[in-house]
Nanobody
Framework: QVQLVESGGGLVQAGGSLRLSCSCT??????????MGWFRQAPGKEREFVAA????????NYADSVKGRFTISRNNAKNTVYLQMNSLKPADTAIYYC?????????????????WGQGTQVTVSS
């Protein structure tokens, strides 16, 4: 069983920065056994991929819309994955979800993830 809790969301002006955190609690395999991802869902839109990271942090991938602005990272000693978001735009406004996949490797496909957090709201004002 894996529990994910996101934090760090809030209201920020366009051009600003936020860092999201996702803390993982697991009663089974260790956090380092999981590929991790961030997804987001804006009002009236489907959930979309944002970024993902492999078990070691050695492999990352990003949606084109955030490439160069967002950085995903993880600290396996702290059971936490992060999403640093810079140069934020109003289009980044959404609920951001952390997800864990029972695989060492990450993917952009939401259906491949086994566990999800409850989400944290990010609002970017113009």
């Amino acid at each position: 069983q894996v529990q994910l809790v996101e934090s760090g969301g809030g209201l920020v002006q366009a051009g600003g920065s936020l860092r999201l955190s996702c803390s993982c609690t697991t009663s089974g395999p260790s956090f380092s056994s999981y590929g991790m991802g961030w997804f987001r869902q804006a009002p009236g839109k489907e959930r979309e991929f944002v970024a993902a990271i492999s078990w070691s942090g050695g492999s990352t991938n990003y949606a084109d819309s955030v490439k160069g602005r967002f950085t995903i990272s993880r600290n396996n000693a702290k059971n936490t994955v992060y999403l640093q978001m810079n140069s934020l735009k109003p289009a980044d406004t959404a609920i951001y979800y952390c997800a864990a996949r029972a695989s060492y490797y990450s993917t952009s496909y939401s259906s491949s993830y086994d566990y999800w957090g409850q989400g944290t709201q990010v609002t970017v004002s113009s």
